[in-house]
């Protein structure tokens, strides 16, 4: 091993969205000058964004992703929306850290290299390992992607005899990429991008398509009428309380999907979200957003829809899918002759939830902060990696918190009762189950009504981009108000005690 390094002050693993959100906040907010090493074992700063695919852009708007003193939206000149496309916020990530070292920051990030909890020693991919002394290290990667590129499909088929391959792979599949039929396994942000490259960019007509979709999920409106803005998390919440109460708060409501179903019932009433859909109540939502022209081009996809029967067990040696519920579907070109089967047939891989987390979910959460260690997690939802990121910095920062008073500011989910056995299919996220006061939505409005009450932080919150009440424009305020008004329709329906 190589001697021991400098010893720093923090030592961040994992130069990802939630990664360089904690820096960037840590160079802003600490009370005096503090040395960073970032270790990331790919090659630049960026996280997942360095294994997406090509034709990958954020889902929401650039002006509340990326970092607190930088603004991102200034950077994303591709689209009028904002939404920055990857090669945008990877040169984003890496002009940031450039920043930070022009300003005198004393920060330096190795790529390409592997870390060592216990040993609190990187090796680099030349196998050079190197000790290195740190006041505290901090995990930034609990909130890793999960992508196709990386993590295989669950379900059974012969890669000799099928041709099967990540979203990825699509842009390079060459000139003759339109000629292909192609199946799309997977409905979320990742399935529905590429029905939109093969429609838009590859010119691959509809009916040379079948596309897999498990559940019929609702949709977050990006392009919402006038007078009405992309709902938060936050905003979603008091929706459904209001939907709860003007069905005459319904007793038993929440204790299933009932509660949750309203408040999407309410918002497509107002006509600020979609479902991709018609004939089917969504029973998901999925983390992902789409615009009038994209809805249209995909709606334009329905008869080469196969929709309702859940997942893929299988796929045979002829293309045909076998659904986790006993039923197969055939390709619907596979009676068209020689040459126009399974052999000319392209299966895209989209079944990977990204938000399952999988690298890290097998390690056992513990609190976030620690005497010498910093786990940064997901303790508040939309806007999720970033945010997070930001905000157990800025706690870090404020030298009159103790260590307990920062963890109940960080309150995380509950511990498995025993031993869990994956799904064989793999974990499903987006299910509108009952409200509970341990469900995410409930978890992230303890955590901000606690952040209000803690000074100066419901200040911050309001000057911070990366805060979803304030990329809605509500004022501090407006905010605690939202809470407190939260809060007690959440006593009311019997989620939460007094």
């Known amino acids: 091993m190589a001697a021991a390094k400098e010893e720093v002050d923090y ?29 990331d074992e790919r090659e630049q700063p960026g996280g997942h964004w360095n294994d997406a695919y090509d034709y990958a852009t954020l889902h929401q708007p650039a002006r509340n992703y990326g970092v607190e003193t930088v603004r991102l939206e200034e950077a994303a000149k591709s689209n ?21 070292q022009s300003k005198g920051h004393r920060v330096q990030f190795i790529g390409s290299a592997s870390f060592d909890f216990e040993a609190s020693a990187y090796t680099t991919k030349d196998g050079v390992r190197s000790a290195v002394p740190a006041r505290k290290v901090v995990d930034a990667r609990y909130t890793t992607n999960d992508l196709p590129l990386h993590v295989p499909p669950r379900f059974k088929f012969d890669s000799e005899r099928l041709d099967l391959i990540p979203p990825n792979e699509l842009p390079a599949r060459g000139a003759d990429a339109a000629q292909r039929r192609y199946c799309v396994l997977g409905a979320g942000k990742t399935g529905q991008d590429t029905m939109l490259y093969l429609r838009e960019t590859l010119g691959v007509a509809a009916e040379h398509i079948l596309w897999v979709m498990p559940t019929a999920p609702w949709i977050t409106r990006r392009d919402p009428p006038p007078g009405l803005k992309q709902n938060t998390c ?56 789409l615009n009038a022209r994209e809805v249209d081009v995909l709606l334009g ?19 045909a899918l076998n659904f986790a519920d006993g039923s197969t579907v055939a390709l619907p070109w596979a009676a068209e002759g020689e040459g126009k089967g399974v052999e000319a047939t392209t299966f895209v891989h989209c079944t990977t939830g990204a938000f399952n987390f999988g690298r890290s979910s097998a390690e056992a959460a513990r609190p ?28 870090e920062c404020q030298r009159g918190l103790s260590l307990d008073e920062k963890n109940r500011l960080c309150e995380l989910p509950p511990p498995p009762a025993g031993p869990t056995t994956p799904p064989p299919l793999g974990p499903e996220a987006g299910d509108l189950g009952p409200m509970t006061a ?32 304030t990329m809605n424009g509500y004022s501090l305020e407006e905010g605690r108000a939202l809470i407190e008004r939260n809060h007690n329709g959440l006593v009311a329906t019997g989620v939460l005690a007094e």
């Open 80 to 100: 009028s929306e904002l939404r920055a496309t990857k090669a945008e916020i990877l040169d984003h990530y890496s002009a940031l850290l450039a920043g930070w």
């Open 368 to 395: 976030v902060f620690a005497p010498d260690a910093i786990r940064v997690q997901e303790i508040f939802q939309f806007p999720g990696f970033c945010f997070n990121g930001a905000v157990i910095a800025w706690l």
């Open 11 to 39: 030592l961040v693993v994992g130069a990802g969205a939630s990664g360089m959100a904690f820096v960037d906040t840590l160079f802003a907010h600490a009370p005096q000058p503090v040395s960073v090493l970032l270790v």
């Open 438 to 469: 341990d469900h995410p939505l409930v978890r992230s409005h303890r955590n901000l009504r606690r952040w209000y009450a803690t000074e100066g932080m419901g200040e911050w919150l309001h000057s911070l981009r990366l805060f979803s009440l």
């Open 301 to 319: 996809c329905a008869p080469s829809v196969v929709s309702g029967k859940g997942r893929v067990a299988s796929i045979g040696d002829d293309g």
């Open 234 to 289: 936050m905003e979603f919440l008091s929706v459904a309380l209001e939907a709860h109460a003007a069905a005459g708060s319904p007793a038993g409501a929440a204790e299933s999907a009932e509660f949750l179903q309203r408040g999407f019932e309410a918002l497509e009433a107002a006509g600020n979200i979609y479902k991709l859909d018609a004939t089917r109540k969504p029973t998901k939502f999925m983390d992902a957003t």
